[in-house]
């Protein structure tokens, strides 16, 4: 047996699909989701799949799930092959997609494990305390919800039972797709202490995608990010951190006038510093990044003001700080595209 946990070799995946073109014609149109992903998660560590949205996690994911078939490559699960032994992987692991998915509104919390369990084949009083400790474990009881109607969950909720059904078999391997998606920043953040507490204490290997770099820092150990169907960087996160160690952020956040578009924005900013730089839309005002080396930041920022001044973008904020895991992909990539 294969001492990774999951292994994944030079994985290939295209979608074909068909564009309607007037009555009778089709255009036929290939994606490559993925073009050679390789990557290795060890036994009991927490990995992230980081990379912007089409980058091909979810693609990845449901290969390992056994949900999609590789056009090329190959990949394992505590060494069985995702292809051949299908039905070995599935029964070792236990799997998140899509949070508000495959639960049934009219059930409880409970009920709706119960349900799973007996589909997954457990019964009797080994059912019913497993029922009740992955509801302990995912905080539902806390919450004193666990006999509430789905329906009634909010989407904090969900995203515990999803988790706490990929439990019930008490798998080995945990594999979740974008975990905390659409969750308020508080929910969030509960979310991201249960991932890494049930992985640390519960000794469980866990593969996570997400497109939230702050979220891939905190809770993973090693991250893979992943950018048009490659993977770009693979390492420890602080590891990947210090790649950029001898560079600094500088991030001014402005306000915009109203006909000024991101887009314009940034082709200007870029137009004036010859550094990697993304600018990030947030309710209302715009995030700027520049990554570069720490003694061009003072020319830097004053040649970046005065353009945004010209521009009459209001100045809200403006902050040099160390790297992050941002600062990695804005310059392994050239831009963030998160
Ligand atoms: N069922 C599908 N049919 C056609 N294209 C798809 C399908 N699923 C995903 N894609 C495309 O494949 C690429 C990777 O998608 P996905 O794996 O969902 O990325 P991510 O999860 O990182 O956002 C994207 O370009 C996406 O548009
Ligand atoms: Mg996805």
Redesign the pocket.
Known sequence: MSEAAISVRDLE?R???YLRRGMFRRERRV?E??KGVSFEVRRGEVFGLL????????????ILCTLLLPDGGRASVLGYDVVEQAPDVRRRIGVSLTVEKGFFWKLTGRENLTYFGMLYGMDGRRLRERVEEVLGLVGLTDLGVEDKLYEEYSLGMKARLSIARALLTDPDVLIL??PTLGLDPPSARTLRELLVRIAHDEGKTVLV?T?NMFEAEIVCDRVAI?NQ?RIIALDAVEALKRRVSDRVSLEIVVTPPAHVRVDGLLARVRGEVDSPADAFPENGTVRLKIVQPPERVEETTSRVLSLLHSMRCGIRRVEVSEPTLEDVFVQLTGRTGF
Do not use: F, M, Q
């Open positions: 995946k979608y074909t699909t994606v989701a993925l990379g912007p949205n089409g980058a091909g996690k979810t693609t990845t994911v449901k797709d974008e995608t497109h992943i169907g």
